[in-house]
């Protein structure tokens, strides 16, 4: 499989011609413009990727018959003289927009020869006019993101036409170098379209020019060709198509310049966050161009060295980077997803920003309605909205420590040593209130106003093992390792009734002794990330485990306090010992498979965050969801008692449209089963030996579970896991002298940098993946959209790079 992505070579120029509507002269300012530029430039080609109607009257046929020395091409011809949605029907060949993409890339990369020249690429009919596969040409070319002409309509009515087509490319990404349109009528602007659309345009920074039409045909098809070659011959030396020519060269070579320069002009103005900067320099900095789907486009000093591959003797300074780490997790839809980039533009267009203080709006009560009722739990009836996961969780902690002194009641609250109940390695974010709530680390160790509140549980962890699945235990746990014939076997928490038991008389205890190490020590909520600590190391936490915390949480005595009923959630109706707070900022909203991480718990936490998949990647948007019990807390005559927390822009209706449409999109692909093949994939049937499984929904991974069973029985892995878009490879850390390292550790940094070289399967696929790591620990996500056969490349390269 190779990716295609957006390109850019040095020498060859590629512009690509829309069209505001059909019969606007699309291929006459094509055939024109390949004139202008064989005054410039030695070699010009065009390229007609998809045309319907007879071959004699096919775009292609007529540059080649009035335009010598143009190398003309047309890959998808169609007899029938009708959309290319119904021409491929009557063909009896179906042709997909990646056959499409694939083709018009390897056309292209053959004109990338090394030799100056220009590549003009006409699409057919209008904007949004059907592809052969029924998707809209804006969307079948943005991959290429190539520099765009938009070929105005001079025609009564062609005002509106020409800006609502530029307003769909500009929406999707595209950059409009100019806008060319006809004067109506033998050079006099009739309709005023030309007058009114070059002043529309020059407030956008986008050039307009006209041209007088071509001569009416002639009956005479030589006295026609004669009069089209003179059209042609003085339309080239036209002022403003010479001035477009110029622009259009010197916006090339400016492009080229800047996406050059900005790893060392970011050297100098920026400063990354996570990042050392003594290990930094221009060469290792990568400068995205776009983004599309599950890629980056990319550009690094250091990968200019060599080429894509030996069809492509010029390499495209742009490479397709597989976005592996999800753009930081966020990413889940793809990257360019037109409809949540036109829901965005029509919520700021229908609101831009509302404050929120005392007032509603739709978008934001249309999305706290959806996470009460889709979450599954019957706690939940309140949402507070933030702008990302850390202060969200900062919302959540306030919350709960009010809630559990409202339940203490001491004289003076600053009297009592309140402390989290958590599990090492954990991370909330990094305001001052999350990271006091997470246990000395490499993110907190140099932060002086640090202090730690909280008690911290070790705790077992799950991983695949040279082909077995395996909860390992950690040093001084009262039990030993336990193994299991699938990952749905492990969350089949009725049949290990025995750790149920050892988990929560260890907890007991644990807990109970933390807690008699000072006189005025209380604990003031419980909070875990469930089932996978992110930022802590990809850590894979025993769910059983996580459930028996919680469990002996909400039984452990406090005043007033109820004793559980066994099923994790209490017999006290709303509220039962301390507030429980699930951060689900990583883990929900379908990164694991789920729309509620919890789930795979059997739990009903008081308080959940979720941030991360909630816009689709595509805005900071962060929600607290907490109990009717929770708010109460906060209720008094007094303005003081109040949850005196937000920020200007606290549930902007741009964040809550996107959410709603995100969270549609994520909903609809699973009740459509599109995840139905993974799910198959990690069917415990399929490698249970036997084993039976009586849960009701198993977990499952996009993550081949063959794959993961392989890269376990690498020699230089040490272990490794797999759930819903999250892969975690565990490398052994020779120089650290064990299996693991830490976050401080290198170990994973070798592969990393590999997979960044294009490693692993050259030749077959043109793209390269971008990951992070934790320590000695590389991860890779998908997004919820990303199909089988990338993943399946991904994972071939994985492999070799392991193997190497």
């Not at 003309?72 to 011809?77: A, G, H």
């Not at 025609?155 to 990404?173: K, Y």
């Not at 036209?238 to 916006?251: C, G, I, N, P, Y």
């Not at 809630?403 to 599990?423: F, H, Q, W």
């Amino acid at each position: 499989m190779r990716q295609v992505g957006s390109v850019l070579w040095p020498k060859l120029r590629v512009l690509q011609v829309y069209g505001a509507n059909t019969g606007v002269g699309k291929t006459i300012f094509s055939s024109l413009l390949c004139r202008a530029f064989q005054k410039r430039l030695p070699s010009v080609n065009y390229l007609k990727p998809v045309s319907t109607g007879p071959l004699d009257e096919a775009d292609d046929h007529h540059i080649a018959t009035l335009d010598t020395g143009v190398n003309s091409k047309c890959l998808f011809q169609f007899n029938d003289p009708v959309s290319p949605h119904l021409a491929v029907r009557s063909a009896g060949r179906p042709i997909t927009d990646a056959t499409v993409l694939a083709a018009v890339y390897d056309e292209l990369s053959k004109h990338a020869n090394g030799q100056d020249g220009i590549s003009i690429v006409e699409t057919a009919g209008g904007v949004l006019s059907p592809t052969p596969s029924g998707s809209s040409q804006a969307d079948l070319y943005r991959p290429l993101r190539l520099p765009t002409l938009l070929v105005g309509d001079h025609n009564l009515g062609g005002i509106g036409t020409t800006i609502s087509a530029w307003e769909s490319l500009h929406m999707r990404g595209y950059d409009v170098h100019s806008v060319a349109l006809f004067s109506e009528d033998r050079g006099v602007d009739r309709y005023g379209n030309f007058a009114y659309l070059r002043d529309y345009f020059q407030d956008r920074s986008v050039t307009a020019f006209s041209i007088p039409p071509p001569p009416p045909r002639n009956v005479n098809v030589e006295e026609d060709h004669q009069a089209m070659q003179e059209y042609y011959e003085q339309s080239a030396e036209h002022r403003d198509v010479m001035a477009f020519t110029e622009r259009f060269l010197a916006s090339h070579d400016k492009r080229i310049a800047e996406i050059r320069s900005m790893p060392e002009e970011a050297e100098k103005a920026i400063w990354h966050p996570f990042l050392q900067h003594t290990e930094r320099s221009k060469d290792t900095i990568m400068a995205w161009d776009s983004a599309y789907g599950d890629y980056f486009q990319s550009y690094t000093t250091t990968q200019q060295t060599e080429q894509n591959s030996p069809a492509d003797p010029e390499p495209s300074l742009l490479k397709p980077a597989f976005d592996g780490s999800a753009s930081w997790w966020t990413q889940g839809l793809g990257h360019g997803n037109p409809t949540l980039a036109l829901t965005a533009a029509y919520a700021a267009g229908r609101y831009g920003h509302v404050m929120f203080a005392g007032s509603i709006h739709k978008p934001a009560l249309d999305l706290a309605q959806t996470l009460i009722e889709k979450s599954g739990n019957s706690r939940l009836k309140k949402v507070f909205y933030t702008d990302n996961g850390s202060t969200g969780m900062e919302v959540a902690v306030k919350m709960g420590l009010r809630a559990s002194l409202m339940r203490y009641k001491p004289e003076n609250p600053r009297d009592l040593d309140i402390r989290i109940l958590g599990l090492k390695n954990s991370y909330h974010g990094d305001t001052i209130g999350t990271m006091d709530c997470s246990e000395p680390s490499i993110f907190n160790e140099k932060v002086e106003w640090y202090k730690g509140r909280g008690i911290w549980l070790d705790f077992p962890t799950v991983k695949m093992r040279e082909g077995r699945w395996l909860v390992e235990p950690f040093e001084g746990a009262p039990f030993n390792t336990k193994y299991f014939h699938s990952l749905s076997d492990l969350f089949d928490f009725h049949q290990r009734h025995r750790d149920w038991d050892a988990y929560k008389r260890y907890l007991r205890e644990t807990i109970s002794d933390a807690v008699k190490q000072g006189d005025n020590i209380r604990l003031g909520s419980v909070i875990i990330e469930p089932i996978i600590l992110g930022a802590g190391g990809m850590l894979f936490a025993d769910p059983l485990y996580q459930r028996c915390l919680v469990e002996v949480a909400r039984e452990f005595y406090e005043p007033n306090s109820t004793t559980s009923n066994g099923d994790g959630n209490g017999n006290g109706g709303d509220w039962t010992s301390m507030p429980i707070i699930f951060d689900e900022v990583f883990t929900g909203l379908y990164r694991l498979g789920r729309f509620s991480a919890a789930s795979f718990l059997g739990l009903q936490p008081d308080i959940v965050v979720n941030a991360k998949l909630l816009t689709g990647g595509l805005l900071p948007l962060c929600t607290t969801t907490a109990s009717d019990a929770i708010f109460s807390a906060f209720l008094s005559p007094s303005k003081t008692d109040a949850l005196l927390h937000g920020h200007s822009y606290t549930a902007h209706p741009i964040g809550c449209a996107v959410a709603n449409e995100s969270l549609k999109q994520l909903q609809n692909l699973e009740r459509a089963g599109a995840w139905e093949s993974f799910k198959d994939d990690w069917s415990p049937r399929a490698f249970s030996y036997g084993v039976s499984y009586q849960g009701s929904e198993h977990a499952w991974s996009m993550w081949s579970w063959r794959f993961v069973s392989a890269l376990s029985h690498k020699r230089n892995v040490d272990n490794v896991f797999a759930l819903g878009s999250v892969l975690a490879i565990s490398l052994k850390d020779v120089e650290g002298g064990g299996s693991g390292g830490g976050y401080a550790s290198t170990a994973a940094t070798g592969v990393r940098d590999a997979l960044l070289r294009g490693e692993g399967s050259v030749g077959v696929d043109n793209s390269v993946v971008h990951s992070r790591v934790l320590g000695n620990v590389l991860y890779l996500m998908a997004a919820m959209t990303t199909t089988e056969e990338t993943i399946s490349g991904i994972e071939e390269r994985v492999l070799e790079v392991l193997d190497g």
